[in-house]
């Protein structure tokens, strides 16, 4: 190796302890093949490496995170960047080009395939109708809310439940 390579290398080497130090507000992009999973907002923030493959973003109040046109909401969240995958806790609200939203206490979010699956309290909803149920899946791609154990559609007067649903917010 050239004496220079080895210095540039010597010289850089620091710089990376000061990249994981960085605030809230300037934690840069998580790039993925798909798309970027961006931090907004998080009052704490920490990184926390299990093992050689395993890392983890905690990020703690008023969390903010957008994927696209997606934004995401919670009190607390855990970014596994090995696996792709966001668990957020406690208020969750996903906010879907301001179209569809979904609430919920857990949210566990594939951000590689654009799944969210949320649970306690869901809530999916378009502005005229809601849909119920203790847990629920939604393709934020498809734009396809479902749920499979027990749950309602509420739209002005109707009531509508049943074991299990599918909602289309294309077609509504």
Not at 59 to 76: E, I, M, N, P, Y
Request: net charge neutral; aromatic share 10%; hydrophobic share 40%.
């Amino acid at each position: 190796m050239s004496r220079p390579l080895i210095l540039l290398i010597t010289l850089l080497l620091p710089l990376s302890r000061l990249w994981a130090q960085a605030t809230a507000d300037t934690i840069p992009a998580v790039q993925d093949s798909v798309q970027i999973l961006e931090i907004l907002n998080a009052d704490k923030q920490g990184f926390k490496k299990l093992d050689s493959l395993t890392s983890l973003q905690l990020l703690v109040g008023h969390v903010q995170v957008r994927q696209g046109t997606t934004l995401f909401f919670c009190d607390s969240a855990v970014f596994n960047q090995t696996t792709r995958i966001l668990e957020a806790f406690g208020h969750v609200h996903i906010n879907d080009n301001d179209s569809i939203h979904a609430y919920g206490q857990y949210l566990q979010y594939f951000t590689r395939t654009k799944m969210a699956y949320l649970k306690k309290k869901v809530r999916l909803t378009d502005g005229k109708s809601n849909l119920f149920a203790e847990d629920m899946s939604y393709d934020i791609s498809q734009k396809i809310g479902e749920y499979l154990n027990m749950g309602r559609l509420e739209k002005g007067q109707t009531l509508l439940t049943s074991e299990e649903a599918t909602y289309f917010a294309d077609v509504k």
